[in-house]
C-alpha cells in the first residue's frame, strides 16, 4: 500500500515531465496499463518505451493532476494533460487513471478518458 507521500512523489514526477522516469521508478517490473476497454500493455520495459514513443512525438507536454484518492493499496487520479504535437496541434486529455498498487510501487493502471478524443 502506497503511502501519501510516495503517492505524491509520483505525481509531482509526472508533473515535472519525467514521465518515462515515472514509470521506470513506480512500476512494477510486471505492470500493465490499459487504455479505456483496450488490451493491456504489459512489462515495465514495454511501457517505457511506449511512453518514450508518445513523448518523441510532442513538442510540449503539460501535465496536471486535479485531485487523487487513496484506498488501501488503490489509487485513484484525475489527470489533466495537454500535449502539443510537432505540427502545433494540442490534444487535451481529460482522464482518471484507476491504480492498483503492490508495496510502493504501480502494478496495474487503467485510464478512462472521453473515447472520441483518443490519445495522439
Same mark, same amino acid.
Given at each position: 500500500?502506497?503511502?501519501?507521500?510516495?503517492?505524491?512523489?509520483?505525481?509531482? #514526477?509526472? /508533473?515535472?515531465?519525467?514521465? $518515462?522516469?515515472?514509470?521506470?521508478? =513506480?512500476?512494477?517490473?510486471? @505492470? &500493465?496499463?490499459? *487504455?479505456?476497454?483496450?488490451?493491456?500493455?504489459?512489462?515495465?520495459?514495454?511501457?517505457? #518505451?511506449? /511512453?518514450?514513443?508518445?513523448? $518523441?512525438?510532442?513538442?510540449?507536454? =503539460?501535465?496536471?493532476?486535479? @485531485? &487523487?484518492?487513496? *484506498?488501501?493499496?488503490?489509487?485513484?487520479?484525475?489527470?489533466?494533460?495537454?500535449?502539443?504535437?510537432?505540427?502545433?496541434?494540442?490534444?487535451?486529455?481529460?482522464?482518471?487513471?484507476?491504480?492498483?498498487?503492490?508495496?510502493?510501487?504501480?502494478?496495474?493502471?487503467?485510464?478512462?478518458?472521453?473515447?472520441?478524443?483518443?490519445?495522439?
Amino acid at each position: 500500500m502506497p503511502t501519501r507521500e510516495r503517492l505524491n512523489e509520483f505525481i509531482a #514526477a509526472v /508533473e515535472s515531465g519525467d514521465h $518515462a522516469g515515472a514509470i521506470e521508478r =513506480y512500476y512494477t517490473e510486471d @505492470s &500493465s496499463m490499459q *487504455e479505456n476497454g483496450a488490451t493491456p500493455r504489459v512489462g515495465r520495459d514495454v511501457l517505457v #518505451a511506449h /511512453e518514450r514513443a508518445v513523448l $518523441a512525438r510532442m513538442s510540449h507536454v =503539460y501535465s496536471k493532476a486535479v @485531485s &487523487s484518492v487513496m *484506498e488501501d493499496d488503490r489509487v485513484a487520479i484525475h489527470w489533466i494533460f495537454e500535449l502539443t504535437d510537432k505540427s502545433g496541434k494540442v490534444h487535451r486529455i481529460d482522464e482518471v487513471a484507476l491504480q492498483g498498487w503492490r508495496g510502493d510501487r504501480i502494478f496495474r493502471e487503467r485510464f478512462f478518458y472521453d473515447p472520441s478524443r483518443p490519445k495522439p
